[in-house]
């Protein structure tokens, strides 16, 4: 989901009528859907140093932690469901 996200940024961000059209909408998606890529922000013009590496492992870490909880939420659900 993520990469596909950062796919559909980069197309957007290439083009200024989509970036015009798009570009806030796109923003406001990836920060309901993939709320650590506040995170990433972070990272712009730090590349390839360890804080860089240290906001990237937080965010990584933030998905893990978001969409374990989220699946486990799901999963449990799903059991109540069932019986």
């Excluded at 796109?26 to 712009?44: K, Q």
């Excluded at 860089?52 to 933030?62: E, G, H, N």
């Amino acid at each position: 989901m993520a990469i596909t996200l950062l796919l559909i940024e980069s197309l957007v961000s290439t083009h200024t009528q989509l970036e015009r059209d798009f570009g806030y909408p796109l923003n406001r998606v990836m920060r309901v859907v993939w709320p650590s890529s506040v995170w990433l922000m972070a990272t712009a013009g730090i590349e390839g140093t360890p804080t860089d590496f240290m906001f990237i492992s937080m965010s990584v870490l933030a998905n893990v932690f978001l969409y374990g909880a989220v699946g486990c939420v799901l999963w449990g659900l799903k059991r109540i469901i069932r019986h």
